[in-house]
């Protein structure tokens, strides 16, 4: 069972910064790759950042240059470090991992965290 625990959300200034965390616990054989989408009132999921296993990283345009994706895999953990925040990036933001449970598996299963909240306003 794998299970992922976010943090770092909260209230912050316009202008300001926040690091978001996931990190996951459990019994697998590696995280391959690591992507954060959020979601604001009334809008669908988007996907913000990714970071795959050969740490390529692509970015939604409307972050990029202020947000900076990551992983640590000693430490099974994804991180998301947001930058110079706007009022439009509010939203809860969720983590996704694609884990290759054991290391016989062809495959990655998806696994979610259970978001955490990020408020940007004066």
């Known amino acids: 069972q794998v299970q992922l625990v976010e943090s770092g959300g909260g209230l912050v200034q316009p202008g300001g910064s926040l690091k978001l965390s996931c990190a996951a616990s459990?019994?697998?054989?590696?995280?391959?790759?690591v992507n954060w989408y959020r979601q604001a009132p009334g809008k669908e999921r988007e996907l913000v950042a990714r970071?795959?296993?050969?740490?390529?990283?692509n970015y939604a345009d409307s972050v990029k240059g202020r947000f900076t994706i990551s992983k640590d895999n000693a430490q099974n953990m994804g991180y998301l470090q947001m930058n110079s925040l706007k009022p439009e990036d509010t939203a809860v933001y969720y983590c996704?991992?694609?884990?290759?449970?054991?290391?016989?598996?062809?495959?990655?299963?998806?696994?979610w965290g259970q978001g955490t909240r990020v408020t940007v306003s004066s």
């Open positions: 996704n991992l694609k884990i290759r449970l054991t290391v016989y598996d062809d495959y990655l299963d998806d696994y």
């Open positions: 459990g019994t697998f054989f590696s995280i391959n790759g």
């Open positions: 970071i795959t296993d050969s740490e390529r990283t």
